[in-house]
């Protein structure tokens, strides 16, 4: 159990526009999800954390205008870049935490985004 | 400011040999120290943990140490074997609502 998904695996777009990344957990309610940026040999930087049903709480240098984080149900939360530019290029990782546990988070596959 | 670091990027160890990735931080508030091993292109996957109030985890060929006065921790794996050639991030918990990830040791077990 504790399977987290995520879509899209890899996604290419223009600069300018705006791509919604999907993080779900498919066998567990996730009553937190966390959503991290990785560069190439660096760590996982957390970017926010998102409660369902409450606006998600953004790590200190994330734009939250620009790093839009929706947690409508207790096994989906969404990541929208907006107005997205080559510098936003990373891998996307979300995490999930099912309500029982305090620590332990299960990680999605991540998503590639390449923008041009 | 890194909290968390590995300052072994890459690590490599013989078959049947163990293996041993150190991991320091700075914050003595962290109560909660977990490690994760990942492959390329795919996200972490949860290994061990220990709580501060622990010095020691085991969990069959893994086992963890909490030094807390040197704020050191160390993921030991005997026997080390090739399966377990993959990337190693330590990770650092403040109450669960916060996390903070070193920047991993490629670990690489030659057969």
């Known amino acids: 159990g504790a399977v987290v998904s995520q879509h899209p695996s890899w996604v290419i777009c223009k600069s300018g526009t705006s791509v919604k990344i999907e993080c779900r957990s498919l066998d567990f309610q996730a009553t937190t999800m966390f959503w991290y940026r990785q560069f190439p040999k660096q760590s996982l930087m957390l970017m926010a954390t998102?409660?369902?049903?409450?606006?998600?709480?953004?790590e200190q240098g994330v734009e939250k205008d620009k790093f839009l984080i929706n947690h409508a149900s207790l096994t989906l939360s969404t990541l929208t870049v907006t107005s997205a530019h080559p510098e936003d290029s990373s891998f996307y990782i979300c995490?999930?935490?099912?309500?029982?546990?305090?620590?332990?988070?299960?990680f999605g596959p991540g998503t590639r985004l390449t923008v041009t | 400011d890194q909290q968390v670091k590995q300052n072994s990027p890459s690590l490599s160890v013989q078959e049947g040999r163990i293996s041993i990735l150190n991991c320091d931080y700075t914050?003595?508030?962290?109560?909660?120290f977990l490690w994760y091993k990942k492959y390329p292109a795919e996200g972490p996957t949860f290994l061990i943990s220990i709580s501060s109030i622990k010095d020691k985890n085991e969990d069959g060929r893994f086992t963890v140490f909490l030094n807390k006065s040197a704020k050191h921790l160390s993921l030991h794996i005997v026997p080390s074997q090739p399966g377990d050639s993959a990337v190693y991030f330590c990770?650092?918990?403040?109450?669960?609502?916060?996390?903070?990830f070193g920047t991993g040791t490629s670990l690489t077990v030659i057969p």
């Open positions: 990770a650092a918990s403040l109450t669960g609502n916060q996390f903070y």
């Open positions: 998102s409660n369902e049903g409450s606006k998600a709480t953004y």
């Open positions: 995490s999930a935490r099912r309500l029982a546990e305090a620590y332990e988070q299960y």
């Open positions: 914050n003595s508030m962290f109560d909660y």
